[in-house]
């Protein structure tokens, strides 16, 4: 697996990847409180599949810069930017959580770098905005996010204990918690007590607050019509899967093009961590090059995949 440095967007990002250089490139984004390796199952496998598989750790994560703004703008300029860093015009992005959020965005604002798209355990922003105004359930859910609009009391709450708290969210959000062994969630609570790490992460959460754009007017002009992957664990105790549904979903998506839906009965809201077999089988299934195109309304997923670039550093 290597290690590198990528200049997308005006900043530094941190990166694992795995796979023949000039493979079909799968640029997998991560979610909160996660990093690159959060994909450490997936990225063997689809390099083993003969893919360019690459997972930075995101804006203000990791070793990444720990740098704003977090708006969904910005965020989806972050994806155009690693695309490019790595030499290709278009990849398919792969969102888990935020990732899956930033996924979702890049898909409506930058769709031009989008050439398939997987999403894990995140709704459609704008379904998920609408269900917490009218599910006092899914509000419930969600009341951390609340909480992270606080000033400086969320951020000493998550870095207090040695990080702490980032280790109890990773297993209690988990229906499978022996998917995170102490000696991995020891390096996900090192990265939260880098300096300023607990805060950068919290600002997506207060970005969305303060900046809201869940794209509802602007996915349905101009909705996705490339195909499209949704993965969920069905235990996920924070997001209700009654929100992927087909038609929750529907306005977003181009005529023709309803998502391919994989329901993971086993797993909470860390899928590709809890049930990673499971996963990387709808991956790769999904991705094997078979006539047709995903978006044809069956659960099984499938779809085509699609030089390394100077900007792309080593270390």
């Not at 740098?67 to 990849?91: C, F, I, N, W």
């Amino acid at each position: 697996m290597d290690r590198l440095t990528l200049a997308a967007n005006g900043i530094s990002f941190a990166a694992l990847a795995d796979g023949p250089p000039d493979g079909p490139l799968l640029l997998l984004l991560h979610g909160f409180p996660e990093l690159a390796r959060s994909w450490r199952h997936q990225l063997p496998a689809l390099a083993s599949a003969g893919f360019r598989a690459v997972a930075p750790d995101l804006r203000g994560y990791g070793e990444s810069d720990l740098s704003g703004p977090y708006d969904l703008e910005t965020l989806s300029a972050d994806v155009a930017g690693l695309v490019r860093a790595l030499g290709r015009r278009r990849a398919v992005v792969v969102g888990h959580d935020w990732g899956g959020a930033m996924a979702w965005a890049t898909a409506v604002l930058r769709p031009e770098v989008v050439e398939r798209l997987v999403v894990l355990s995140c709704p459609y922003p704008a379904v998920f905005a609408a269900e917490v105004v009218r599910n006092p359930r899914q509000l419930l859910r969600s009341a951390y996010m609340l909480f992270f609009q606080l000033p400086v009391l969320p951020d000493w709450t998550l870095a207090r204990r040695g990080a702490a708290a980032v280790a109890r969210a990773l297993r209690g959000g988990s229906a499978i918690r022996s998917a995170w062994p102490r000696e991995e969630l020891d390096r996900y609570r090192a990265a939260f007590l880098r300096p300023g790490a607990a805060s950068a992460a919290l600002g997506y959460y207060r970005a969305a607050f303060r900046s809201p754009r869940v794209l509802g007017r602007e996915g349905r002009a101009h909705p996705i019509a490339v195909p499209t992957l949704v993965v969920w664990g069905v235990r996920d105790r924070f997001l209700g899967v009654e929100m992927i549904a087909r038609d929750r979903m529907a306005p977003f998506f181009a005529p023709g093009n309803a998502p391919s839906i994989v329901l993971v009965d086993e797993a909470g809201h860390f899928v590709q961590n809890e049930a990673p077999d499971r996963v990387n089988a709808a991956l790769l299934g999904w991705l094997a090059p078979v006539p047709g195109r995903a978006g044809d309304g069956g659960d099984q997923a499938r779809a085509r995949a699609g030089s390394p670039s100077p900007g792309v550093i080593p270390r």
